[in-house]
Nanobody
Framework: QVQLVESGGGLAQAGGSLKVSCVGSSKRSFSSYAMGWFRQAPGKEREFVAAISWSGASAQYADSVEGRFTISRDNTKNTAYLEMDRLRPEDTAVYYC??????????????????WGQGTQVTVSS
């Protein structure tokens, strides 16, 4: 069992930056899990944002955020991060982190993630 808690969401202006964090707690080492970030805007389905392997050596991004967002992790702190630059109003959503008992880059397949956080709101004003 893994518990995930996101933080760091908030309000930003278009073109600005925010960094959200996800702290994981479990009996196993945090480095045992691949991580991902997803988001869900009002009235829309949850969509993939970024994913990272257990070591942080491999990452994958949705086309819509490639070059603007960076996923990273610090296994010594049991924390995954999503740094969001050049934000756009369409990035407004609840952002969720997810963990998988697999160790490679999981990507966008929801079914391969085993645990989810409660989400943190990111709002980008124009």
């Amino acid at each position: 069992q893994v518990q995930l808690v996101e933080s760091g969401g908030g309000l930003a202006q278009a073109g600005g930056s925010l960094k959200v964090s996800c702290v994981g707690s479990s009996k196993r080492s945090f480095s045992s899990y691949a991580m991902g970030w997803f988001r869900q805007a009002p009235g829309k389905e949850r969509e993939f944002v970024a994913a990272i392997s257990w070591s942080g050596a491999s990452a994958q991004y949705a086309d819509s955020v490639e070059g603007r967002f960076t996923i990273s992790r610090d296994n010594t702190k049991n924390t995954a991060y999503l740094e969001m630059d050049r934000l756009r109003p369409e990035d407004t959503a609840v952002y969720y982190c997810a963990a998988s008992r697999r160790t490679g880059v999981i990507g966008s397949n929801f079914a391969l993630y085993d645990w989810w956080g409660q989400g943190t709101q990111v709002t980008v004003s124009s």
